[in-house]
């Protein structure tokens, strides 16, 4: 029963009012001004809030006051969505009244209430906070938009009367702008009819024409009828002066803050002054400027005559008097451009582009300021005669062990301290015979010589080649007659051989001092070591420490994690990090300094080998390293000693016959191009030089390319092009380098020992030589009558008169003891049958292969032709 109550109140009645709900939006059209006359038309719409009110609120609400009404309605009024309105049902029968437990969920409305035909659910108190709280902030948003917009509107309305301001004020400015202006404008106008009053007055009568002179007298007839206080007009030549002066006034000129620029008081009178003279017939000559004009080596006449402010044309003249046809873009001597300046009169300054390597080196230091230094001793020699093993001794370290086949191949220095605390500086030299040119730099840089001879071996190519060098520098010598521990060593025997040499020793009553020595068991170090300290202070070896490095490049080479690496000598001076230095045609900034003991040092002092890093390139070994003061300064050096190495490989001038002959024949020598990597400049340098020594007059090496470190690509690539094998001393290639030369086909050789490298480019140039032809005599034979056979020819018959005739040897042909043809001899035949020879004194019959022409009492000469092998020696 109580289910069936609740269903019937839900359900609506039959025939009841439609449920339905009042429109809570309405739109309408509103029109928006803007600034500038504009408008817009827009749709705006309005919500209102609908509220529902309880039975009891309702029933009052007639009777009530509206005031009195209001506290109710705050408490009653809810505002309500429309899905919680639902149709009212019937109300219940009498006879079948609701449950209990029914009653409080549907609550007994007033008749009046009932025929509205709405039931309203009484909301709880969580809804009505939630609605509350909706409510609080729809009415914030709706706040925050009107007053979002209201200053809006402000920012708008603002911004409009500062835009009217502005344009206000800029109008006030412009009119301010024209009035000044214009009050200028008069003023200057003023200021130029003074001035040009007073020219008119100094200018001579013939100047104004009869036209200005008529209207002058037509003038000054008016100046009684126009009265005492008229102003007079001005002439008409100066108004037209004016006005042309003054041109048309335009906006841009009524704007310009500069004006017109006006001539100053100074110059109308110098105006005043010309044309005076000029109608005095008064010709002014201009005055010659004398100029300082520097003049390079060459220049062109073009240049010539502008340095010199002169025309072209009057350079030209004076080489035209001298017998000298040139064109405006030739070049010209020195001395030429010389005689022509001072010709013109203008003083001459020449200079030269070596001009740029003035003061590199600094001058002789002052005996004061020097202190003494280190003795620098080369230690030279023939090869395997222990010179390597003498610095390891007194090294107390191994270097031979890093030696290809113990063979020295580049300069080491380094630097011994002795037990006395003195220092000694030895620089090794290489002993085989391609290191020429090292062992005549390591002779240039050095202070005293050690000459090393095995006293089992004597005095060999390379010593004698040592003395020379060490006579060539003047420096003094010391002979260390060295491995005296072997049972054949033989003192005497080595002094005896160095007097043939003009090497007197002191047992012998020269100056020479000779220790013997053995640089395996240490025996005479000491001795030897006493004997150069003694030969340095002799020689009072002093340096000026205080000053910027000089030195030289011992060695260069091309290190893969470290760049470009030189081993320099400072010779004076003192070399530090940070100094910016120039050697040969490189430079850099020096970022480390490495001695002998592989440590970093901050500065070096005089004769102290040290290894610098941070140079641009691998320099030459040889050259000479400065520090200079500024990094524009070293580029300059740099790009001028470049340019003189490339002029040097590029060659210029004229080419005399001489010279074209030679040409000539040069282009048919044949020549094995080779590109060279070595590990240190030095090295290179001497292979370069033993490869040079090996080429004749019908073949010769040339090296295309030769560089310090690994092969690389680029390496490959020019060899490929040019093609060339890849030679690699103390070097090897890196796998991209490997696998180009793999696929373009290019041979690499590895060469640690000089020896091997010489012999295998040897041989290779010995196979390009043509193979050398000897001729061996076999025999003659006179023909006694020629027969003319058909299908075959002619047939010589022969005696043979000398020696033997074979088959298919060659033949000449001798008439009247003239060669007349030389060929193969085709048919040999004796009687009938074929023959391989004929003997002297038989008779035979001969044909020549593509020759007819034969006599009878020609001589026919038999040879044959030996290709023999030809090898460089």
Same mark, same amino acid.
């Given at each position: ?41 827009? #749709? ?30 705050? #408490? ?18 009498? *006879? ?9 969920? #549907? ?8 025929? !509205? ?115 007079? *007009? ?107 300046? =001072? ?9 030269? =582009? ?44 191994? $270097? ?104 007197? #020793? ?100 005089? !004769?102290?080998?040290?290894? $610098? ?72 340098? *001497? ?23 690994? $092969? ?27 696998? !180009? ?21 040897? *041989? ?45 040897? !060659? ?63």
């Amino acid at each position: 029963m109580t289910d069936q109550a609740d269903t019937s109140e839900r359900k609506p009645k039959a025939g009841g009012k439609t449920l339905s709900l009042k429109r809570t939006v309405e739109s309408g059209h509103v029109r928006q001004n803007f600034s500038h006359g504009r408008t817009k038309t827009v #749709v705006v719409e309005k919500k209102k809030s609908r509220t529902l009110k309880t039975g009891a609120a309702a029933a009052e609400e007639p009777a009530a006051p509206k005031k009195a009404a209001a506290p109710a309605s705050k #408490v009653a009024e809810v505002p309500v969505p429309a899905e919680i309105e639902v149709k009212a049902a019937k109300p219940a029968k009498a *006879a079948a009244p609701a449950p209990a437990a029914a009653a409080p969920a #549907v609550k007994e409305r007033p008749a009046s209430r009932a025929r !509205s035909g709405v039931v309203l659910r009484t909301l709880t108190e969580e809804e009505k906070q939630a609605r509350a709280l909706a409510l609080d902030s729809a009415r914030e948003r709706e706040g925050e938009d009107r007053r979002r917009a209201e200053e809006e509107a402000r920012r708008f309305a603002d911004e409009d009367s500062r835009r009217d301001r502005e344009r206000t004020e800029a109008a006030a400015r412009a009119a301010e702008e024209a009035t000044r202006l214009a009050a200028e404008q008069a003023t200057r106008a003023r200021a130029a009819d003074e001035a040009k009053r007073r020219l008119d007055t100094d200018l001579p009568v013939g100047r104004a024409t009869a036209k200005d002179l008529k209207s002058d007298e037509a003038e000054d007839d008016d100046k009684p009828k126009r009265g005492a206080g008229h102003t007079p *007009a001005k002439p008409p030549v100066a108004r037209r002066t004016e006005e042309r002066r003054r041109g048309k006034l335009t906006i841009t000129k009524a704007f310009d803050d500069e004006g017109e620029r006006q001539r100053s008081l100074a110059s109308m009178r110098r105006r005043v002054e010309r044309e005076r003279k000029k109608h005095m017939g008064i010709q002014e000559a201009p005055q010659k400027i004398i100029r300082d004009v520097i003049i390079p080596e060459v220049i062109t006449i073009q240049e010539l005559a502008n340095r010199m402010a002169e025309r072209a044309v009057d350079v030209m003249k004076i080489l035209m008097k001298q017998g000298i046809m040139l064109k405006i873009t030739d070049v010209i001597d020195s001395d030429t451009a010389q005689l022509v300046a =001072e010709e013109l009169g203008h003083a001459v300054r020449r200079v030269a =582009e070596s001009d740029v390597e003035e003061g590199l080196v600094g001058e002789d230091d002052s005996t004061e300021s020097k202190l003494p230094r280190a003795p620098v001793v080369t230690v030279m020699g023939h090869v395997d005669h222990g010179k390597t093993s003498l610095l390891d001794a007194l090294r107390k370290t191994d $270097v031979a062990a890093g030696e290809a086949g113990g063979i020295t191949q580049h300069i080491g220095a380094y630097q011994v301290n002795l037990s006395s605390g003195e220092r000694i500086t030895f620089l090794d030299t290489p002993g085989h015979a391609a290191f020429t040119s090292m062992r005549a730099r390591g002779a240039k840089v050095t202070d005293i010589v050690v000459l090393v001879v095995a006293a089992d071996d004597g005095v060999m190519p390379q010593t004698i080649e040592a003395i020379n060098h060490a006579k060539a520098a003047g420096v003094p010598m010391i002979v260390a007659i060295n491995k005296m521990d072997k049972p054949e060593a033989d003192p005497t025997r080595v002094k005896n051989e160095l007097l043939q040499h003009e090497v007197v #020793v002191e047992d012998f009553g020269g100056d020479v001092l000779a220790v013997p020595i053995s640089a395996k068991t240490g025996m005479g170090l000491d001795k030897l070591e006493e004997t150069i300290l003694l030969q340095a202070e002799l020689l009072d070896i002093r340096a000026n420490p205080d000053r910027p490095a000089e030195g030289i490049i011992v060695e260069a080479k091309l290190d893969r994690g470290r760049g470009p690496v030189g081993t320099v000598l400072v010779q004076r001076g003192t070399l530090r990090v940070g100094d910016i230095i120039v050697a040969g045609a490189e430079w850099g900034r020096v970022r480390a300094l490495i001695n002998d003991r592989s440590e970093n040092v901050a500065s070096a002092g005089p !004769s102290e080998p040290v290894e $610098v890093l941070g140079l641009g390139g691998a320099p030459e070994a040889g050259d000479v390293m400065s520090v200079v003061e500024s990094e524009a300064r070293a580029r300059e050096v740099t790009e001028y000693r470049r340019r003189v190495q490339r002029d040097k490989r590029v060659g210029g001038g004229r080419t005399s016959l001489d010279q074209m002959l030679s040409q000539l024949k040069e282009q048919d020598k044949k020549e094995l191009p080779i590109v060279v990597k070595a590990d240190v400049q030095g090295s290179a340098e *001497a292979i370069v030089q033993a490869l040079e020594k090996l080429g004749t007059d019908e073949v010769t090496a040339r090296v295309i390319h030769v560089g310090v470190g690994g $092969v690389t690509e680029s390496d490959i690539t020019l060899a490929t092009a040019s093609g060339a094998p890849v030679i690699g001393f103390n070097v090897r290639a890196n796998t991209q380098a490997r696998e !180009s030369a793999h696929q373009a086909g290019v041979e690499i050789r590895y060469y640690s020992v000089i020896y091997d490298l010489v012999d295998d480019i040897k *041989a290779a140039l010995s196979g390009m030589l043509s193979p050398e032809l000897r001729e061996t005599f076999l025999g003659n034979a006179e023909i006694l009558e020629v027969f003319n056979i058909s299908k075959v020819g002619k047939v010589s018959g022969c005696r043979v008169t000398e020696g033997v005739v074979r088959r298919g040897s !060659s033949v000449r042909l001798i008439r009247d003891d003239v060669v007349v043809h030389e060929g193969k001899l085709s048919t040999l035949k004796r009687f009938k049958d074929e023959v391989k020879e004929v003997q002297s004194g038989q008779e035979c019959g001969m044909a020549f292969e593509n020759y007819q022409d034969m006599r009878k009492g020609d001589i026919i000469e038999c040879f044959d032709v030996e290709v023999v092998k030809r090898s460089l020696a």
